[in-house]
T-cell receptor, first 108, second 112 residues
Framework: GIQVEQSPPDLILQEGANSTLRCNFSDSVNNLQWFHQNPWGQLINLFYIPSGTKQNGRLSATTVATERYSLLYISSSQTTDSGVYFCAPETSGSRLTFGEGTQLTVNP | DGGITQSPKYLFRKEGQNVTLSCEQNLNHDAMYWYRQDPGQGLRLIYYSQIVNDFQKGDIAEGYSVSREKKESFPLTVTSAQKNPTAFYLC???????????FGSGTRLTVV
């Protein structure tokens, strides 16, 4: 099956800093989603992005499907951005395969 | 408000017992999914269903069973054959090709 690699595994920032999270995947995909998991375990869909760039407030995402990677940008980070960020490429049957995630800690 | 409801939030199971986790959605989504998450790891697919009365095994289906008798409901049974059931279980739904997944708030299952 498809392999998904996320980097870095852990990231610690000061409030206000910018960051880039990377997701590499091993095969062609129909789509790709980015999620944020808060400390209580709730997963929130951030982006549904098969290719190109999307922006939502301080967050943006870019997927380059032909080169099999996606990037998540967080600007002016806030403490509420803390949690785990997952990349999940979508293959046949709308199945998502999750990476191991990036654990982000934003300190005040 | 539309969404996915999982119950219970916490569940304790004795050795040898079957337990059923509930997942209900009112989003009119066709597809539903069950994932398992172990501490510090990503999510792994247990079962999924794209249409009523049909479902497929995911990557770790052994020791689990599901049913899809109604569009709104996709219960997961953790059987006694699942040797290491302690985990966080997440249910999701989607309308294929649109908007991505919506997840429930999860059930934490512990074997005692």
């Amino acid at each position: 099956g498809i392999q998904v690699e996320q980097s870095p595994p852990d990231l610690i920032l000061q409030e206000g800093a910018n960051s880039t999270l990377r997701c590499n995947f091993s095969d062609s995909v129909n789509n790709l989603q980015w999620f944020h998991q808060n400390p209580w375990g709730q997963l929130i869909n951030l982006f549904y992005i098969p290719s190109g760039t999307k922006q939502n407030g301080r967050l943006s995402a870019t997927t380059v499907a032909t080169e099999r990677y996606s990037l998540l940008y967080i600007s002016s980070s806030q403490t509420t951005d803390s949690g785990v960020y997952f990349c999940a490429p979508e293959t046949s049957g709308s199945r998502l395969t999750f990476g191991e995630g990036t654990q982000l800690t934003v300190n005040p | 408000d539309g969404g996915i409801t999982q119950s219970p939030k916490y569940l304790f199971r004795k050795e040898g017992q079957n337990v059923t986790l509930s997942c209900e959605q009112n989003l009119n989504h066709d597809a539903m999914y069950w994932y398992r998450q172990d501490p510090g790891q990503g999510l792994r697919l247990i079962y999924y269903s794209q249409i009523v009365n049909d479902f497929q095994k995911g990557d770790i289906a052994e020791g689990y069973s599901v049913s899809r008798e109604k569009k709104e409901s996709f219960p997961l049974t953790v059987t006694s054959a699942q040797k290491n059931p302690t985990a966080f279980y997440l249910c999701a739904s989607s309308m294929a090709g649109l908007y991505g997944y919506t997840f429930g708030s999860g059930t934490r299952l512990t074997v005692v």
